[in-house]
């Protein structure tokens, strides 16, 4: 059991992530997420996968792939830390991530079969990581995370969006 991280384990933005996780369980709080991203998905037309609720908004399938972008990087940051790489992480600019991701040719169907891939992955990893490493941290933008804590700040950043798009996009 990967129990929710003290505040003290990562920093404001992404405490607000941590909060939104539901659970108190980390393996719960993941397939939760996948579930409300499921759910979503599979209450949107294909003619709406485009759908932007302004002008300069991500559209659907974009808010889609920032989310699996997003639990890749955070991913990748676990592990390094989990492996005790002091090697300060850059941080990455989500607004340039997405237009080159050039989501406009996929369908939304394919972006959460990739989430599922993905998040598949980033169980296998947390499941194999001991207690000790869960505490393990270091730095990436500037700011100092635990393991633990970038766990559940992929589940509370899916939750995040996923509440947006179930408000804004329908």
């Known amino acids: 059991m990967i129990e929710r991280p003290d505040p003290s384990e990562s920093f404001a933005h992404f405490q607000g ?5 539901i659970g108190t369980d980390l393996r719960t709080a993941f397939d939760l997420a996948s579930e409300r991203v499921h759910h ?38 676990a592990l390094r830390f989990a492996r005790k790489d002091t090697t300060e992480l850059p941080g990455f600019e989500e607004n340039d991530y997405v237009p080159a991701a050039t989501v406009g040719r996929r369908r939304l ?35 100092r995370i635990t393991v633990r804590a970038l766990g559940w700040s992929i589940a509370g950043h899916v939750m995040h969006h996923v509440e947006i798009l179930d408000q804004r996009y329908r």
């Open 17 to 21: 992530y941590v909060s939104q996780a």
């Open 109 to 143: 169907r394919d972006l959460v079969a990739e989430h599922d891939l993905i998040r598949a992955s980033t169980l296998a990893l947390f499941a194999s990581f001991d207690d000790e490493m869960l505490f393990h941290s270091g730095v990436a933008n500037g700011k």
């Open 40 to 77: 979503f998905a599979s209450t949107i037309a294909p003619e709406r996968e485009g759908y932007r609720y302004a002008e300069g908004k991500w559209t659907i399938n974009e808010v889609v792939q920032h989310l699996n972008d997003t639990e890749r990087i955070l991913s990748y940051r």
